[in-house]
């Protein structure tokens, strides 16, 4: 016998929890500039509670062959990946209206 999703109803293989969750979530796309003048693009704005974030990190960081991390609800990608993000997560299933991107944050602009 299967598990039954509490959420949903419908049995863990079938569950279309995380899929009716991409669809509401706000997410931002900015880089930042750490230390050393590196450039890391911030993915933030999603509920960890109903989208996989480990999962979703490991999915972009395998696509863009790049490290990064996931930590406090925000996944971090080593390097300027931003126009690609959007298109990765629009092919992931989330909605292209509710993914905004920003510029480059921190006190070293240039």
Do not use: R, Y
Request: with cysteine.
């Amino acid at each position: 016998m299967s598990e039954i999703c509490e959420k949903c109803g419908l049995p863990k293989q079938l569950c279309v929890c995380e899929t009716i969750a991409k669809e509401d979530q706000e997410i931002v796309i900015k880089q930042d500039k750490k230390k050393f003048g590196k450039i890391v693009t911030i993915v933030e704005g999603m509920d960890p509670k109903e989208i996989d974030l480990k999962d979703l990190g490991k999915k972009l960081k395998s696509k863009f062959a790049c490290g990064g991390t996931v930590k406090k609800g925000v996944i971090e990608l080593q390097g300027d990946h931003s126009s690609g993000v959007k298109s990765e997560l629009i092919k992931l299933g989330f909605k292209e209206e509710t993914i905004k991107e920003k510029g480059l944050l921190g006190k070293n602009k240039k």
